[in-house]
C-alpha cells in the first residue's frame, strides 16, 4: 500500500504560481510512475504532468509553464507558473507500482482555484 498525501493548493490570480508537493509514504517496491493529474467540474480527470523512470511527460496545455520533479521515491512535485483561470480545478497526486501487478494510488486532492 501507498500513502499519498497533497499539499500547496489554494487561491491565485491568474499570472501567479503555486507549487503543489505530494509526499509518498508505504511500499513503494516498483515505482513506475509518479505524476499528476486534474479534474475540473464536470470534465474528466485529466494528466497534467508524469515522470517515469527520468523521462518527463506534459499535457499540451501545460508545457512550458509547469514543471514536475521528484525527491527519490519520496515525493513530487508540481511548480505551475503563469496560471491561468483554466487551470482552476482539484489536482491529484498519482502514483503506479509494478511490483506483482500494476497499481494506482492517488492522493485524496487539492483544489487549485485561479482568478481572472
Known amino acids: 500500500q501507498v500513502y499519498l498525501v497533497e499539499s500547496g493548493g489554494g487561491l491565485v490570480q491568474a499570472g501567479g504560481s503555486l507549487r503543489l508537493s505530494c509526499e509518498v509514504s508505504?511500499?513503494?517496491?516498483?515505482?513506475?510512475?509518479m505524476g499528476w493529474y486534474r479534474q475540473a467540474p464536470g470534465e474528466q480527470r485529466e494528466l497534467v504532468a508524469r515522470?517515469?523512470?527520468?523521462?518527463t511527460e506534459y499535457a499540451d496545455s501545460v508545457k512550458g509553464r509547469f514543471t514536475i520533479s521528484r525527491d527519490n521515491d519520496k515525493a513530487v512535485f508540481l511548480q505551475m507558473n503563469s496560471l491561468k483561470p483554466e487551470d482552476t480545478a482539484v489536482y491529484y497526486c498519482?502514483?503506479?507500482?509494478?511490483?506483482?501487478?500494476?497499481?494506482?494510488?492517488w492522493g485524496q486532492g487539492i483544489q487549485v482555484t485561479v482568478s481572472s
Open positions: 498519482n502514483v503506479q507500482t509494478i511490483h506483482r501487478g500494476l497499481y494506482d494510488y
Open positions: 515522470i517515469k523512470q527520468s523521462n
Open positions: 508505504g511500499n513503494t517496491i516498483g515505482l513506475y510512475t
